[in-house]
């Protein structure tokens, strides 16, 4: 059965030998799979090397993957043979398509990507969510520092913007809006910030809490998704093949603290009523992880209109929405 996970962790090795030739050498291998060539000016272009060490490179991949190109003499380029097979690094068709997206969004450029002849392709537009440069910058120190930092912020429960003194040690994506977690002195317990709420910060003599209490963060709880068994039969096998599913099922690991956001966007247990057409998928251990839907305080089933529309979501004791802290 495939599991995938829903976030994260960048360390020391992520970057390291960044500019090398490891680096290089998987630029050769993206090259090949997904444009079916590569030659010297490419790997001088794109790494501002000279054409001795680009030679260097590709005696060296080659030495590696002997059976993945061939050298065309009439066009003076190495072409992919039909026994290619990726070799190094990820060259996989996510890195590919994450690529085009983050061009798509203006993140990168297409000469930053390994990306060399890119098709035509768009992506759906979401409203521009900015964030202050400061306040990412002290959120960033006070986590590399186990620090704190004073804030002014923007609940949608409050009309007004309350003072908070939180000591931040992550940062989470829930798919449109980025979030830094972090304990609040405030509340007592462990929260979610959206960013772009923050309306001022400034830096708090306050020493920051250990991560490891934050139970919410370190806690995984895995969902088991199925295909819903009232799609037709075509509709059903477009969905298994959609999500990779084995034997009708999947698995995604999730954090405790990142749950109601995941729920929410797949529109899963709690959020799949109320929908005009059959959901495609469904929370098949819903039972089995129902202990963390009551600690978000959201139970199985939301309330709903007499015509079946979601109306809301009956909170229980003490239950803060992630959106409204």
């Known amino acids: 059965m495939p599991t995938s996970t829903v976030d994260t962790e960048l360390g020391p090795a992520s970057v390291s030998s960044s500019w090398g030739q490891e680096r290089r050498l998987e630029f050769i291998d993206f090259r090949l799979r997904w444009e079916k060539t590569v030659n010297r000016s490419d790997l001088r272009s794109h790494f501002g090397i000279s054409i001795p060490q680009a030679s260097l ?50 993140i990168l450029s297409e000469s930053d990507t390994y990306i060399g002849w890119a098709p035509p392709f768009a ?26 930092v004073r804030i002014n912020y923007q609940s949608d429960s409050d009309d007004q913007p309350t003072e908070r003194v939180i000591s931040p040690h992550a940062f989470a994506f829930d798919g449109f809006r980025w979030h830094v977690r972090a304990y609040c002195f405030f509340r007592e317990a462990y929260r979610d910030f ?29 969902l088991v998704l199925t295909a819903n068994p009232d799609l037709t039969e075509g509709n059903r096998r477009a969905v298994e093949r959609d999500y990779s599913m084995t034997e009708g099922e999947t698995t995604v690991d999730v954090r405790e603290a990142l749950l109601y956001y995941v729920l929410k966007q797949l529109q899963l247990g709690p959020f799949s009523s109320g929908h005009l057409q059959p959901p495609q998928l469904l929370l098949k251990n819903e039972e089995e992880i129902e202990s963390y839907l009551q600690k978000m305080s959201i139970g199985r089933r939301p309330k709903h209109t007499n015509d079946g529309i979601l109306q809301n979501i009956i909170p229980g004791p003490g239950y803060e929405s992630p959106r409204q802290l």
């Open 57 to 106: 490179d590709i005696a060296k991949y080659t030495q590696l993957a002997s059976s993945n190109l061939v050298y065309d003499r009439s066009s003076r380029t190495y072409r992919a043979t039909a026994a290619f097979v990726p070799t190094i690094g990820n060259t996989s068709p996510q890195r590919y398509l994450d690529e085009l997206l983050a061009c798509s969004r203006g």
């Open 123 to 148: 992506a759906v537009p979401a409203p521009m969510r900015l964030v202050d440069d400061k306040t990412l910058s002290l959120l960033l120190d006070a986590i590399r520092f186990c620090g704190s």
């Open 194 to 222: 959206v960013l772009g709420r923050i309306l001022n910060i400034s830096i708090e003599p306050v020493p920051g809490r250990d991560p490891a209490l934050d139970s919410g963060w370190n806690t995984l709880v895995r």
